[in-house]
C-alpha cells in the first residue's frame, strides 16, 4: 500500500494468493481462478484503491469498522437461478459503503435508467447547471448554501409558474489550481421555456453574489442521463483527488442526499430496480464450489457457462445436486437497500 493512510499494519488485509487484489498488476491477470469480489474489483481497479485508501483513512480518524466494512464486500456469494426466466446471478453481501465501487455500480444504473425513464416523457426536457462563486469556504458550507439556494430558488416565481418539476444531481470538483471546491447542480427539468437572463437574475436574488448557470435543451435523452449520472452516488470521481481531499468530501457529504425530485417527480424513486425476489429463486451453492465442481459436473458447467454469457439456463434441469443445503436465508440478490446505506 502506497499512501501513509494504508501503512498501518491494522489495515494490511491477510491475503491469500487466490483473493490477492489485482491493483499493483501491470498486465492482464487472470481471473480464471479469481474469486467473485475479485472478478469484480477487476473491472473498477483504480476506483477500488481510492476507496480502499478512503475508508483505511476514514477508520484511523474515528470510523472504526469502516475499513473493514469495506473489505468484506461481496466475500460472501452463491448462485441463484430465476425459474420465471431462466437467468442465472450471483446474489452477495455488500458493504453499502457510498464510495464502494461494487455497490455504486447498480444504484447508478438504476438512477440513470429511471431519469432516462423520465426524461423520455418529461414536456420540453432541458438541463439547467447551478453554481456558486468560487470561494475558500469550507465544502459542507458552500454545500449547505447550494442546497438552501436551490430550494429559494425553485419558489421564485419565473420557476415556480414555468417548471412542472425535475431532478437534481449534486456534483463537486477541485479547480485546476487545486485551491478550491466547484459544488454546482445539475438539474433536469420540465416545462415552459426559461429564458437565461431572468434565471440569473432570480439565482443572484437567491444566492446574493452567484449568477453564473447553464440552460440548454436536452437532444438525446440516453447520453444527457448517462451524463449527469456519472457521480450520482459519489458527487465526484474520488480517482482525482487525493486521499485528504477524498476525505474532505466524505466528511462534507455525510448524511446528504446528493440527488432527488420535485414538482411532478417528486413520487419517483431514483434508485428503485426491477424486484427479483430472492425467496421465488432457486439458491445454488456458493461461488467458489461451483467453479470447483464445473470441471466435473455437467450441470455445473452448464450453470458456470449461462452465467459467464449472461444466457437463460434450462428452468426444467434438476438442480438437486447444487442446491444449498444450510438453511439460512437467502442473501438478497438486490446490491442495495436505501434503509441500509451508510453514508460514508
Ligand atoms: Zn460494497
Redesign the pocket.
Known sequence: MDTPFCSSSVHTPSISLHDAPPDNCQSEPDLSNASYRNRLIHRHRRHYEAARNLYAALDDHGHSGIYWR?MD??RSAHFCVDPSDGRVFVAAN????RY?P??SQARKLAIEANTAAWLSQAAYPKLLTLTLKHTTEPLKDQLTRLYQSFTKLRRQLLFSTNVTGGIWFFQVKRSPSGSTWHPHLHCFVAGNWLPQKALSAAWHKVTGDSYILDIKMIRSVKTAAAYVARYATTACNITELSVEHAMTVAESLYRRRLCGTFGECRKRRLTARPDRQPRDCIRLVSFSELKAMAATSQLAGLVWYSWLHNQPIDTSLDFTTLKFQDPQPLLSPRADKPKQLYFY
Do not use: D, K, N, V
Open positions: 469495506f464486500c461481496r455488500s458493504c453499502h459503503l464502494c461494487l455497490c
